[in-house]
Protein backbone atom coordinates (compact mmCIF):
# COMPACT_ATOMS: atom_id res chain seq x y z
CA UNK A 1 0.00 0.00 0.00
CA UNK A 2 2.46 2.42 0.43
CA UNK A 3 5.04 1.55 -2.08
CA UNK A 4 2.00 1.96 -4.53
CA UNK A 5 1.28 5.28 -2.67
CA UNK A 6 4.99 6.21 -3.22
CA UNK A 7 5.16 5.43 -6.75
CA UNK A 8 1.61 7.25 -7.38
CA UNK A 9 3.29 10.43 -5.49
CA UNK A 10 6.16 9.98 -7.60
CA UNK A 11 4.31 9.99 -10.85
CA UNK A 12 2.66 13.34 -10.23
CA UNK A 13 5.70 14.73 -9.39
CA UNK A 14 8.30 14.08 -11.86
CA UNK A 15 8.17 15.10 -15.81
CA UNK A 16 6.70 12.68 -18.07
CA UNK A 17 9.75 12.42 -20.51
CA UNK A 18 12.57 13.44 -18.31
CA UNK A 19 15.25 12.70 -21.26
CA UNK A 20 13.56 15.73 -23.24
CA UNK A 21 15.06 18.86 -22.97
CA UNK A 22 13.02 21.67 -21.99
CA UNK A 23 13.56 25.19 -24.47
CA UNK A 24 15.70 27.55 -23.30
CA UNK A 25 17.15 31.34 -24.57
CA UNK A 26 20.73 32.01 -24.01
CA UNK A 27 21.14 35.78 -23.40
CA UNK A 28 24.87 36.80 -24.17
CA UNK A 29 26.89 34.60 -22.14
CA UNK A 30 24.23 33.28 -19.87
CA UNK A 31 20.69 31.11 -19.90
CA UNK A 32 18.81 33.83 -17.79
CA UNK A 33 15.66 31.94 -16.78
CA UNK A 34 15.63 28.59 -15.19
CA UNK A 35 14.80 25.31 -17.23
CA UNK A 36 12.47 24.43 -14.79
CA UNK A 37 10.51 27.76 -14.06
CA UNK A 38 11.97 27.72 -10.04
CA UNK A 39 15.15 27.53 -7.81
CA UNK A 40 16.87 24.55 -7.64
CA UNK A 41 17.65 23.55 -4.05
CA UNK A 42 21.20 23.96 -2.72
CA UNK A 43 21.55 20.72 -0.84
CA UNK A 44 20.98 18.47 -3.55
CA UNK A 45 23.00 20.41 -6.13
CA UNK A 46 26.05 20.44 -3.10
CA UNK A 47 25.10 16.13 -3.52
CA UNK A 48 25.45 16.06 -6.98
CA UNK A 49 28.58 18.01 -7.02
CA UNK A 50 30.16 15.75 -5.08
CA UNK A 51 28.37 12.63 -6.55
CA UNK A 52 31.02 10.34 -8.63
CA UNK A 53 28.41 9.92 -10.88
CA UNK A 54 28.27 13.77 -12.38
CA UNK A 55 32.18 13.81 -12.44
CA UNK A 56 32.17 17.56 -10.83
CA UNK A 57 34.78 16.34 -8.53
CA UNK A 58 36.98 14.81 -10.60
CA UNK A 59 37.75 17.96 -12.38
CA UNK A 60 37.07 20.53 -9.99
CA UNK A 61 38.16 20.99 -6.04
CA UNK A 62 36.26 23.58 -3.93
CA UNK A 63 35.39 23.72 -0.38
CA UNK A 64 34.87 20.03 0.75
CA UNK A 65 36.77 18.88 3.24
CA UNK A 66 35.14 15.51 3.74
CA UNK A 67 35.87 14.86 0.28
CA UNK A 68 39.32 13.53 -0.49
CA UNK A 69 41.10 13.44 -4.24
CA UNK A 70 39.29 15.99 -5.64
CA UNK A 71 40.48 16.74 -9.09
CA UNK A 72 42.88 20.20 -10.24
CA UNK A 73 42.02 19.96 -14.23
CA UNK A 74 39.42 22.62 -13.75
CA UNK A 75 38.59 25.78 -11.72
CA UNK A 76 38.38 25.65 -7.63
CA UNK A 77 34.48 25.66 -7.54
CA UNK A 78 35.36 28.05 -4.60
CA UNK A 79 33.87 31.50 -5.08
CA UNK A 80 31.69 30.39 -8.32
CA UNK A 81 29.17 32.41 -6.88
CA UNK A 82 31.24 35.31 -7.28
CA UNK A 83 33.10 34.71 -10.20
CA UNK A 84 29.94 33.48 -12.47
CA UNK A 85 26.16 34.88 -11.99
CA UNK A 86 23.14 32.08 -11.77
CA UNK A 87 22.49 32.89 -15.68
CA UNK A 88 26.61 32.19 -16.73
CA UNK A 89 26.48 29.19 -14.10
CA UNK A 90 23.41 27.65 -15.73
CA UNK A 91 25.22 27.76 -19.53
CA UNK A 92 28.49 26.64 -18.20
CA UNK A 93 26.42 22.73 -17.16
CA UNK A 94 24.10 22.95 -20.21
CA UNK A 95 27.00 23.34 -22.69
CA UNK A 96 29.94 24.33 -21.46
CA UNK A 97 31.40 23.90 -25.08
CA UNK A 98 29.70 27.17 -25.97
CA UNK A 99 32.50 28.94 -23.77
CA UNK A 100 35.26 26.69 -25.62
CA UNK A 101 34.92 24.35 -28.20
CA UNK A 102 37.87 22.01 -26.77
CA UNK A 103 36.56 21.72 -23.05
CA UNK A 104 37.06 18.47 -21.59
CA UNK A 105 33.76 19.30 -19.16
CA UNK A 106 30.85 17.11 -20.38
CA UNK A 107 27.77 19.38 -21.85
CA UNK A 108 25.13 18.26 -19.38
CA UNK A 109 22.21 19.41 -20.51
CA UNK A 110 22.42 18.12 -24.60
CA UNK A 111 21.02 14.98 -26.38
CA UNK A 112 23.01 15.59 -29.72
CA UNK A 113 26.43 16.55 -31.47
CA UNK A 114 28.16 13.63 -29.50
CA UNK A 115 30.70 10.81 -30.25
CA UNK A 116 30.70 7.47 -28.98
CA UNK A 117 28.13 7.42 -26.79
CA UNK A 118 26.58 4.31 -25.01
CA UNK A 119 23.59 3.03 -26.34
CA UNK A 120 21.54 3.07 -23.50
CA UNK A 121 22.53 6.91 -23.16
CA UNK A 122 21.90 8.06 -26.96
CA UNK A 123 19.92 11.19 -27.05
CA UNK A 124 19.24 11.68 -23.29
CA UNK A 125 21.12 14.71 -20.95
CA UNK A 126 23.31 13.77 -18.70
CA UNK A 127 21.16 15.79 -16.06
CA UNK A 128 17.72 16.37 -16.13
CA UNK A 129 16.54 20.38 -15.85
CA UNK A 130 15.87 19.52 -12.23
CA UNK A 131 19.24 18.62 -11.57
CA UNK A 132 20.97 21.34 -13.43
CA UNK A 133 18.84 23.73 -11.17
CA UNK A 134 19.76 22.04 -7.99
CA UNK A 135 23.46 22.29 -9.11
CA UNK A 136 22.71 25.72 -10.15
CA UNK A 137 21.57 26.78 -6.45
CA UNK A 138 24.48 25.67 -4.82
CA UNK A 139 27.23 27.18 -7.16
CA UNK A 140 25.77 30.50 -6.19
CA UNK A 141 26.24 29.94 -2.47
CA UNK A 142 29.98 29.18 -2.96
CA UNK A 143 31.25 32.75 -2.10
CA UNK A 144 34.62 34.01 -0.82
Not at 52 to 72: N, V
Request: proline fraction near 6%.
Amino acid sequence: MIAALLMASLAITLPAQADELVPYTIVGDGIPVSLTGSSGDAARGRALVLARTTTCILCHSGPFPETRFQGDLAPDLAGAGNRWSESQLRLRLVDASRFNPDTIMPSYYRNDGFVRVGRNFAGKPILSAAEIEDIVAFLVTLRD
